[in-house]
C-alpha cells in the first residue's frame, strides 16, 4: 500500500536556506493534504494542511503547495532552522476514508549551522 | 495547550499476553484514532471511533484488537493474544471531526513483545 510516497529519506539543508520537501500520491480520491513533524519519542505534531480546492497554503515559514494534476505536494520551510531538524511526514486523506489517514514514509531533515 | 495523553510510554509483554494501551484524547474532540509505527516503517492507520463504535478499521486490525471508550475520557485499544510482530510504537490520535481537520496525536505507547 503506497498511496502517498516520500522517495527523499533524508536531506540536509543549511540555516537559513530553503529546505523543500516532496510528497506524490496516487489516490484521486484523496481531498485533503497535511503535514507533520516527529521528533524522536513524541508523537506526530501536525504543522500544515491544505485543501484539494486549493494550490498553495502559507503558514509564517511554511509554504505547502498542491499540483493536482501531477499528484505532488511539496512543503517549503523558508528560513531554515535547526530547530526544524525532524522527520517530516506527509499525508493524505478523503473519499469515504472519514478522518483516516494515509502516511508517507517520512523524510528527515537536518538543518545544519 | 491540550493534548492527547498516552499511558504507558513503554510496555513490555510476553508473546501471547494481553495487553491495553490507554488514551485520554483532548477533551471536546469527538473522532478517536489509533495508529501504529513499526520500526523503520510508516505511520499506519488501525481504527477510527466514533459515536461510541468502529467507524472504520484496516486489514490490520483483526479479531485480536479491541477498542473501547469505557467512560467520558478514556479511550483504550486491547490486544488480546501479542504476537511478536505486534512490537511497534502505537499513537493514538482525537480530531474535532471526522472530516476535513488535523488530528492531534499522542506522544506514543512503544510495544516490545517478547
Known amino acids: 500500500d503506497q498511496q502517498v510516497k516520500q522517495n527523499s529519506p533524508s536531506l540536509s539543508v543549511q540555516e537559513g536556506r530553503i529546505s523543500i520537501l516532496n510528497c506524490d500520491y496516487t489516490?484521486?480520491?484523496?481531498?485533503?493534504f497535511l503535514w507533520y513533524k516527529k521528533y524522536p519519542a513524541e508523537g506526530p505534531t501536525f504543522l500544515i494542511s491544505?485543501?484539494?480546492?486549493?494550490d498553495k497554503n502559507e503558514d509564517g515559514r511554511f509554504t505547502v503547495f498542491l499540483n493536482k494534476s501531477a499528484k505532488h505536494l511539496s512543503l517549503h520551510i523558508v528560513p531554515s532552522q535547526p530547530g526544524d531538524s525532524a522527520v517530516y511526514f506527509c499525508?493524505?486523506?478523503?473519499?469515504?476514508?472519514?478522518?483516516?489517514?494515509?502516511f508517507g514514509r517520512g523524510t528527515q531533515l537536518t538543518v545544519w549551522p | 495547550e491540550p493534548e492527547v495523553t498516552q499511558t504507558p510510554s513503554h510496555q513490555v509483554t510476553q508473546m501471547g499476553q494481553e495487553v491495553i494501551l490507554r488514551c485520554v484524547p483532548i477533551?471536546?474532540?469527538?473522532?478517536f484514532y489509533w495508529y501504529r509505527q513499526i520500526l523503520g516503517q510508516k505511520v499506519e492507520f488501525l481504527v477510527s471511533?466514533?459515536?461510541?463504535?468502529?467507524?472504520?478499521k484496516s486489514e490490520i486490525f483483526d479479531d485480536q484488537f479491541s477498542v473501547e471508550r469505557p467512560d467520558g475520557s478514556n479511550f483504550t485499544l486491547k490486544i488480546r493474544s501479542t504476537k511478536l510482530e505486534d512490537s511497534a510504537m502505537y499513537f493514538c490520535?482525537?480530531?474535532?471531526?471526522?472530516?476535513?481537520?488535523?488530528?492531534?496525536f499522542g506522544q506514543g505507547t512503544r510495544l516490545t513483545v517478547v
Open positions: 490520535a482525537s480530531s474535532p471531526s471526522g472530516g476535513i481537520t488535523e488530528a492531534f
Open positions: 489516490n484521486s480520491m484523496f481531498d485533503y
Open positions: 491544505i485543501s484539494s480546492i486549493k
Open positions: 499525508a493524505a486523506s478523503g473519499g469515504s476514508t472519514l478522518g483516516r489517514l494515509y
Open positions: 477533551s471536546n474532540h469527538l473522532y
Open positions: 471511533f466514533y459515536n461510541n463504535e468502529i467507524s472504520e
